[in-house]
């Protein structure tokens, strides 16, 4: 039977404050703490047998909970082994201390673009819905709960990532902790936030080797490598929008993570970086012709492929799909199938490396590549004449 559709009475267990005699689902214990907001009741619920023992805490009210917990990743005896390797046991890169950056992890093997680099469920989701409107205290106590309730391996490598300020109290080490590893992750329009332990060593580049996505299949955080990686180089994702010039950026990561970007692109001389910056000004504004769709727009296929050449040129080639996809469709606006088609498989390939299956742009561009002429976009740019 599936958990969901068991709901147990549970004794106290060998986990700190998890009580006694709550309705949750079987495998599930509820929390002592739990914070109301609105008309719903948060509480933590945990997991310990989650991915091959690591365990995995989510503060959530009960109804979302038994919702969440009928979900395949969750089921008893079903982790996701596949996604299960022992943190710290990988083959291709190492923990190491960086200058200036705290840690980070290194590449220990050649790493080809594409390849997986991790897979790794989450310590800790919390309803996004909290994030709003919870005031610190009360969400530092909830989230102290949720980490004291880790089987002590998975809490340990938790409590071990970075804070960007001196901490109090243990709740206050935790919510900082949360604070700065913590991901956004959505599962069929639910918003969470989610901190992966060893996801959260990967620095911050803003022209990045690496990319993740959330794959709710698994409930796992998947990080690809975008380009060859060769070894000793760092592995590196971005937290933030690439697309937005050197000084937006370096604001951004300083308000938002408190740090001041030592990455390549942002210690570059200056006239790098004005380069750099007038490319990204210039992807921005073929992105607004792009989009235009009214009788006046100026949008070309050539003005596409130059949007592909300026990623690739500004090293953005983990969001190249974004590009593909456009060239697909222009191409196809004016009734050129064999080069849109050239460009739906690009986007295709590289889309489903680096944003995984199931996303809007990935089925339109199976559609065109099954059948242009029945594709929205099939002569969408072509004016009758008047
Ligand atoms: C998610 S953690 C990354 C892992 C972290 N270095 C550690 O020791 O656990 C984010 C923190 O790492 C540091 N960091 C990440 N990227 C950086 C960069 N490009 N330059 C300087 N510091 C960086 C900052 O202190 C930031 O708040």
Known sequence: MRPSQCLQVHGSSKYGNQSVNRDVPAGWA???????????????????????????????????????????????????????????????????????????????????????????????????????????????????????????????????????????????????IFAVNNFRTSLNGWDFQSTFTEVSRLNHDCRPNSVYYFDPQTFSHKVMAVRNIVPGEELTISYIDGFQSRAAR?????????????????????????????????????????????????????????????????????????????????FNALGLSSQAMKYARLCLDKGLAFKGPGRPFIDSMKELLRDAEAHHSWKSRIRAPI
């Open 30 to 176: 509820q929390g002592e703490i739990c914070q109301t907001l609105g008309r719903e009741r948060y509480c933590v619920f945990t997991l310990p047998e989650f991915s091959g023992g690591d365990g995995v805490s989510i503060i959530t009210t009960r109804s979302r909970l038994s919702d969440l917990a009928s979900k395949q990743p969750f089921q008893s005896g079903n982790p996701p082994a596949n996604t299960h390797v022992q943190a710290g046991t990988s083959t291709i890169y190492r923990q190491a201390e960086l200058p200036e950056k705290g840690i980070g992890l290194l590449a220990t093997a050649p790493i080809r673009a594409g390849q997986r680099i991790m897979s790794r469920t989450p310590a800790l989701i919390v309803d996004g819905r909290l994030m709003q409107g919870l005031e610190r205290n009360r969400m530092s106590q909830l989230l102290a709960q949720a980490v004291q309730e880790l089987p002590t391996p998975h809490r340990k490598r938790f409590l071990d990532l970075s804070t960007h300020s001196s901490v109090s109290t243990f709740a206050d080490r935790v919510y900082q």
């Open 250 to 330: 370096q604001d951004q990561l300083l308000r938002h993570w408190g740090f001041s970007c030592s990455c390549h692109v942002c210690q570059s001389d200056a006239h790098i970086a004005e380069e750099s910056d007038s490319r990204v000004a210039q992807i921005l504004e073929l992105w607004k012709e792009l989009d235009d769709y009214s009788p006046s727009s100026s949008a070309t296929p050539e003005k596409a492929e130059l949007l592909v050449e300026l990623y690739g040129l500004e090293g953005m080639e983990g969001r190249i799909q974004e590009a593909y996809y456009r060239a697909a469709i222009e």
